[in-house]
């Protein structure tokens, strides 16, 4: 039966809790497929001071499934995307490889596919989703970093977590309205 | 990981659907001025008109070629979303080529017609029946291409423009200084066809040419000039991108071989040819290597702007 609810999937992320293992870019490789040397998500490092006063930060990124995406306004065939839950995906049949998404995409989250000759991108898992799981990132995290749910929902993990945490997104003055949120 | 997506094939469209812009409205200017009932300025308008389909074709194809899979690029023609300025542009690029071909068509000297004709398989003989004199159709050809060479000159800028995620593109001054540029480069590509010409030089054409192209630069330049000024006083991240051109890695080719080379020195050189005619006298100096010399320059500045806007605002981004 389909579900006729409302839906706004969105990723909560515990960035300090990361220890940069890698496992979510590992799982998304292997969930989807990625070829060698693209990433649909990834992890920034920062590190700073030295020995032994000295602190290091791990921030994943991927797509930011965005409000008001640029990727899919600039998309001059309408092959990128949005679904109505939020997830912005391309359609490869569509893509005619222009990159013009990419170049306005502020968190260079996609990529080209040489071999394909479209753009592809973190689809959130869409293909888990409907079937009721989890992305495959979320899945693998050891420590629990990412939080995925719905935030029409307001019983769910992210919403109690936005309503009861500080957050941050990244990038918010380039108006795209990203919906990957950072626990502060 | 930001990389570099467009490179030499998207600089080179930009520049020859600037040039083909330039090229068909000055014709169109030349050909809509009229005295007794005849185009003021016939040759720049007929050179114009000769000259501009093909930049704006081959740039056409190399955009075509740089697509993933070229063999889609029909898909942009099957819809139209007002909100990409690609989109956009794809359609007034192919009714303005259009309109370059049919004007084209309309100045072709009659003899050359038949000749094309004439070399048709006979297979293709009924494609005879197009061997028709559309030499009533110039003005209008040259009034309806007008709105659309605008369009093209200007959109090639509005697409780095309306990139919000570059901080080096994100103001409409770029569109404007595509315009112009596209303009600049599209007289002075006249500009050097008259002078190449070995037939007695029609100094009044090449002084309206001159009178055109120091209008052009000027306005480029006063466009440049706020572009730099309202950056500094910008946002951040606006200041930041604006550090590629200041300081950065296009500095030298910005200001040496774009500001200098490119802009500053073929208005001098123009101003100079027309010196004469500022003071009154009905002639112009014309020193045809300098001429030919400052229209090269032009034509350097141009693609040099497109150069580097392409590859600058490519690794601008918001931190």
Known sequence: MADTKKKRYVLVLDSKKCINCKACVVACKAENGVPVGKFRDWITEERRGTWPRLMATFDPEQCMHCENPSCVRVCPTGASWQRKDGIVLVNYDDCIGCRYCMIACPYNARYFREDLGVVDKCTLCAHRVDKGGIPACVETCPSKVRVFGDLEDPSSDVSQLLNTRRYLVKKPETGNGPQLYYLL | ?319
């Open chain 2, 1 to 319: 990981m930001q990389t570099i997506e467009w490179g030499f094939l998207i600089v080179n469209y930009l520049f020859l659907g600037g040039l083909s812009a330039g090229l068909f409205f000055v014709s169109a200017l030349a050909t809509y001025l009229q005295e007794n009932g005849e185009p003021a300025y016939p040759r720049i308008a007929k050179y114009g008109a000769m000259m501009a389909p093909w930049p704006v074709a081959l740039g056409s194809f190399l955009l075509i070629f740089d697509l993933g899979n070229w063999y889609r690029f029909y898909k942009l023609f099957i819809v139209f979303k007002w909100q990409s300025p690609m989109s956009i542009g794809s359609w007034l690029l192919l009714v303005f080529t259009g309109i370059t071909f049919l004007a084209f068509w309309a100045w072709l000297p009659e003899e050359t017609r038949h000749r094309l004709f004439s070399l048709l398989p006979k297979r293709l003989a009924f494609l005879k029946r197009f061997d028709v004199n559309i030499d009533a159709w110039k003005r209008p050809l040259a009034m309806a291409g007008f709105p659309f060479s605008i369009g093209v000159g200007i959109y090639t800028g509005v697409l780095l423009g309306a990139v919000q995620a570059r901080p080096f593109w994100n103001t409409n001054l770029v569109a404007q200084m595509f315009l112009f540029s596209a303009f600049s480069t599209g007289t002075a590509a006249l500009i050097l066809a008259l002078s190449a010409n070995k037939k007695e030089l029609d100094f009044r054409q090449l002084r309206f040419l001159y009178t055109l192209d120091i209008c052009f630069i000027t306005i480029e330049f006063f466009i440049v000039l706020p572009y730099l000024i309202h950056g500094k006083l910008s946002v951040l991240a606006v200041q930041e991108a604006l550090k590629l051109i200041l300081g950065g890695p296009y500095t030298l080719t910005f200001w040496l071989f774009f500001m200098l080379a490119g802009l500053l020195l073929p208005l001098f050189i123009e101003l100079w040819e027309m010196a004469p005619a500022l003071f009154q006298k009905a002639t112009i100096h014309h020193n045809k290597p300098l001429a030919s010399v400052a229209a090269g320059l032009v034509l350097l500045g141009g693609y040099l702007l497109r150069y580097i806007f392409v590859y600058a605002g490519q690794i601008s981004a918001f931190k």
